[in-house]
């Protein structure tokens, strides 16, 4: 199934709400940072006890590379 989340629970994200399925959970329809991305990111934080940095700080001011 497209938008398969191994931490979803019944269709449902943990702290967020409804899981995206099929075409919507295209990683390109998303906003940087969004809610939804960030309930994903966190799931993935608490299973394997790491924290992404500047995650929270909302979209990136660039996409270049330094």
Known sequence: MKGYWPAAVDG???GYGDQLVSYPSHPYALK???EYFV????TFEKQYGVEFEGLR???AATTASD
């Open 12 to 14: 449902k994200i943990p």
């Open 32 to 34: 940087m940072n969004s």
């Open 39 to 42: 309930a994903l990111a966190e």
């Open 57 to 59: 700080n909302g979209p």
